[in-house]
């Protein structure tokens, strides 16, 4: 969410991820091991995460 403000000399924003802290995979690569087995292989996702920040336009 975000905003704006008239004249655009400023802007403020926030973010929020993964608010129910739910374990999922972000990615999924197939690969092989030694013995030439199909292992795929996650990267585990983001934990709950909250983000806001300012901009502001000195002229």
């Known amino acids: 969410i975000g905003?704006?403000?008239p004249g655009g000399r400023w802007q403020a924003?926030?973010?929020m991820r993964n608010i129910g802290n739910r374990h999922y995979a972000a990615t999924v690569t197939p690969g092989y091991d030694d013995a030439g087995r199909d292992v795929a292989r996650s990267t585990p996702g983001e934990g709950r995460g909250v983000y806001a920040g300012v901009r502001?336009?000195?002229d």
């Open 13 to 15: 924003w926030a973010e």
């Open 3 to 5: 905003y704006d403000a």
């Open 56 to 58: 502001w336009r000195f």
